[in-house]
């Protein structure tokens, strides 16, 4: 599975690997090969909460998923913009994005 739309805060470019994981109920979840899956927090149909790894950072991070199939084309749309400038402001009290990016069937945010 490939990543169609992706950006890493603070990271150097180079091609993304996905690992599936199959957590939940649910269909499977992809991961970038730099996460590693910790805990399954929530589970919705709209998608999944995780508790991650960042192998490259050594630290915890949550990742959101949410099923493509599940939201609209604006949604997914807005969805990737707000990821996009969110990974860009540096404001106290604003939770950053540090990374996000999409596949066929998901949409993933990851934040500290």
Same mark, same amino acid.
């Given at each position: 599975?490939?990543?169609?739309?992706?950006?890493?805060? +603070?990271?150097?470019?180079?091609? $993304?690997? /996905? +690992?599936? =994981?199959?957590?939940?109920?649910?269909?499977? *979840?992809? =991961?970038?090969? +730099?996460?590693? $899956?910790?805990?399954?927090?929530? #589970?919705?149909? #709209?998608? !999944?909460? =995780?508790?991650? #790894?960042? !192998?490259?950072q050594a630290c915890e991070v949550v990742? !959101? /998923? @949410?099923? *493509?199939?599940?939201?609209?084309?604006? /949604?997914r749309a807005r969805l990737l913009h707000?990821?996009?400038?969110?990974?860009?402001?540096?404001?106290?009290?604003? $939770?950053?994005?540090?990374?996000?990016?999409? /596949?066929?069937?998901?949409? @993933?945010?990851?934040?500290?």
């Amino acid at each position: 599975m490939s990543v169609v739309t992706h950006h890493i805060r +603070n990271s150097s470019s180079s091609p $993304l690997a /996905t +690992n599936s =994981l199959d957590v939940g109920s649910g269909a499977a *979840t992809y =991961l970038p090969e +730099n996460y590693s $899956l910790r805990a399954a927090w929530r #589970e919705s149909p #709209e998608g !999944k909460t =995780l508790l991650c #790894e960042a !192998k490259s950072q050594a630290c915890e991070v949550v990742v !959101k /998923t @949410f099923h *493509t199939s599940s939201l609209t084309r604006g /949604t997914r749309a807005r969805l990737l913009h707000d990821a996009e400038i969110r990974s860009q402001l540096t404001i106290p009290g604003l $939770l950053p994005v540090i990374d996000y990016g999409q /596949t066929a069937d998901e949409i @993933f945010i990851v934040m500290p």
